[in-house]
């Protein structure tokens, strides 16, 4: 038993050293062989190989997972803000156009842009999942509470109308508005309304994704519990 236990921490250290060695060899390569940059309007970056550019795309190849080569197409007008090759600074692609819906300057989209970034770094949006949970979880409860004998979970069966609730806590989450925590913001920006509509508008995507998951796994939660009582 000694001896096995000698092998697995022996086996964790050579594991670990491995996994430190081919992190700095990565980080080396990626600096010396950078790769080039899409930044979206919707504020992610996507990393690859710049291979074509025309009046209306550009085309960057990359890997997938398992080593497959793909190529990733973005409309100049809808999907990109700026571009930066190993060669070029970034260079900004956006352009103010109110016919297609692009009503902001490229400098008021880079502070929309800073907004939805900062949110979806700094928002998580647990008090949301939290409430909605237990939003859910309640549902259950008093439809299967049997009031007669004051026991919780032997009363009715749970119904499908449970599963409305989901849809009923996404909708109604935004009729209650949630003021912007200085501390998750950039405080620079913390008033600008380029920077704040973008905030507000990833944080709002979590809020309903948090109030979808929560209430879901709370009548889970209810439904489970009702099964393991009665069984």
Known sequence: MKRITKYCR????ITTICFILFSIINNVSAQKHGPDVVLTIDGKYVEGKYVYEDENLIILGRKNKIGMKRLITFDKNYDIFSLTTTTQPERVI???????????TPDEMRLNIDGIMDARE??????????????????????????????LFTGRPPTTAQFLVPLGVTITVDLFPQRINPRNVDIDYYEDPYYEAGYRYQRN???RVNAAAGSFLGIATGIVTYFIVNK
Not at 10 to 13: E, N
């Open 10 to 13: 022996a086996s964790h250290i």
């Open 94 to 104: 956006y352009k103010q156009n109110y016919k297609i819906g692009n009503p902001f």
């Open 122 to 151: 700094r928002y998580n949006g647990k008090w949301v999942f939290i409430g909605s949970y237990l939003t859910g979880l309640s549902t259950v409860v008093l439809q299967t509470y049997d009031y007669k004998n004051n026991q």
């Open 205 to 207: 995507g979590k809020r």
